[in-house]
């Protein structure tokens, strides 16, 4: 009974976390204490997230491409740099201690609420999309970093990735989640193969969390397709919102 209470609360959880994902960014943050709080060791936590990352962002993609909506061949192109630092950045988090990357994590979600919350920029809308020349090498060059943190921990790297489409490709929110998905698909796939090569994945935790989140994103990308950009705002504020609390009483 006790295995089936932890299997239910891993879906649940891995739902919310799919939800937040694809919509915003910052599922991690759900999801990644709760390993934790099962007993995991930091690493092995850190690795078995990987498996709903990777479930829930494939989910997401085939969501998106269900309703016509990709940036292919720049899409693949940014998966591939991200690959490149989220080997890098998975490594790192292998070799480092337990109590080392508990306290990482902790001043990361500090510093990354604090640039949430003086975030204040509205989200550019309508303007010429910038997926060649100049600007995609920035992008390149931006993922490559943006992939080593995401091989590193990953916790609120959607938002982050967001705001980059945003501001320097111009891709509208519904484009950018699209973008996103498939791109942290690549790269979480290369670090979840290198988590597992080191025996530092709990299949069965993970497996049970990635059911939750592959419906969770599923569900909405497509519905986030419907609704528009304005309804990707607002599940943008209300993760903002949840981050803050997390941080400030927890």
């Known amino acids: 009974m006790e295995d ?13 976390a799919g939800v937040i994902n694809t919509l915003a960014g910052g599922g991690s943050i759900f999801t990644l204490p709760v390993l934790l709080f099962l007993g995991l060791p930091p690493a ?17 993609a085939l ?11 720049f899409n693949i192109y940014l998966g591939i740099s991200a690959s490149i630092g989220a080997f890098l950045g998975a490594q790192i988090a292998l070799d480092i201690s337990g109590l080392l990357f508990n306290r990482i994590l902790a001043i990361i979600m500090l510093v ?10 509205k989200f550019s809308v309508d303007l010429p999309e910038r997926l060649t020349g100049k600007y995609l090498l920035y992008g390149i060059l ?8 995401g091989g590193f921990i990953n916790a609120g790297i959607g938002i982050v990735i967001m705001i980059f489409l945003n ?15 498939v791109v942290v698909f690549i790269y979480s796939t290369i670090a979840l193969a290198l988590f597992t090569y ?9 497996g049970g969390m990635a059911v939750g ?28 919102l949840i981050m803050a609390l997390k941080l400030w009483f927890f």
Do not use: C, E
Request: net charge positive.
């Open 142 to 149: 931006g993922f490559f970093l943006i992939g080593i943190y």
């Open 63 to 73: 969501g998106y491409k269900s309703k016509g909506v990709s940036t292919f061949p």
């Open 198 to 206: 080191y025996d530092a994945v709990d299949w069965k935790l993970g």
């Open 112 to 121: 990354f609420g604090l640039l949430i919350l003086i975030q204040s920029k």
């Open 4 to 16: 089936l209470y932890q299997m239910l609360l891993l879906i649940g959880v891995g739902f919310l």
């Open 213 to 240: 989140t592959s419906l969770g994103a599923w569900f909405s990308s497509r519905w986030s397709v419907k609704k528009g950009d304005h309804v990707i705002r607002l599940a943008m504020l209300i993760t903002i």
């Open 167 to 181: 501001r320097v490709n111009h891709l509208s929110l519904v484009k950018t989640n699209a973008t996103k998905v």
């Open 44 to 60: 092995i936590a850190n690795g078995t997230n990987r498996i709903p990352i990777v479930v829930q962002s494939l989910s997401g």
